[in-house]
């Protein structure tokens, strides 16, 4: 039972730190594609400030992957409660596996194009044309559909999850109904037996007053003939 809690307990955790990284991998998404230093041309230090936040969320997002790893760890040294939760570890296993490479692939798309600005940069070439930028919106679309697309199967999961549990549920329901069944039968078909127990039954307790009254006289006669 203490398992089982531990288990539920560690899941919880495992989709509210999904949720959260699922969310910061959407703003350093956009962060990596540029969004950031969309105003380059307004000041000299806007991209010095899209990089400090960058890497400040790149640090965030890579402690939050280590953190839910080790969740996903404990949550397998934990003992086997079915089927169920056999096949909710091994899709954690994979969401973490995807948001890994997520956030590997935008951390080399974001290095490349940083390389990409510096050759611009230093050839006199602008990096806000409408192709670039209409390349950097359609790739954060993309990424956007692909996080929702995530969403959608890991709901489709648990609802399968739901699915099967109920399905067990009934079947044992059903399993203890003809066992009830069965009971009622044998008590209706032998009347005499069940007679007979109750019987054995009273006679017991019958026996176990009497034994008891005659203790307690022994002992008071004892006790008598002591003080007397």
Known sequence: MMGVSNYDVLRKQARHLENEIDLKLVAFSKIGAGTS???????????????????????????MLDRLSTINETMSELPATGAAAM???????????????EFNKICANHTTRMEREELL?????????????????????????GHVA???QM????INIAIET????????????????????????FPLISSLIQRI????????????????????LL???IFN
Do not use: W
């Not at 359609?138 to 956007?144: P, S, T």
């Not at 709901?155 to 648990?158: E, S």
């Not at 109920?166 to 078909?189: C, P, V, Y």
């Open 37 to 63: 230093t969309a105003h380059n041309t307004t000041a000299d230090t806007s991209p010095l400030l899209g990089e400090h936040v960058f890497d400040s969320l790149s640090e965030e997002i890579a402690q």
């Open 87 to 101: 096949h909710t570890l091994q899709r954690h296993r994979e969401i973490l596996q995807g948001y890994r490479q």
């Open 121 to 145: 940069r230093g050839s006199g070439l602008s990096t806000n044309s409408p192709t670039n930028s209409g390349l950097s919106r359609r790739d954060m679309y993309l990424k956007e559909s």
């Open 150 to 152: 995530n969403s959608n």
């Open 155 to 158: 709901i489709n999961d648990q």
């Open 166 to 189: 109920r399905e067990h549920l009934l079947s044992q329901r059903q399993a203890f109904k003809r066992l009830q069944t069965r009971f009622n039968d044998i008590s209706n078909r």
């Open 201 to 220: 039954n009273i006679k017991k307790k019958r026996d176990s007053l009497i034994l008891g009254a005659v203790i307690a006289v022994c002992v008071f």
């Open 223 to 225: 006790l008598l003939y």
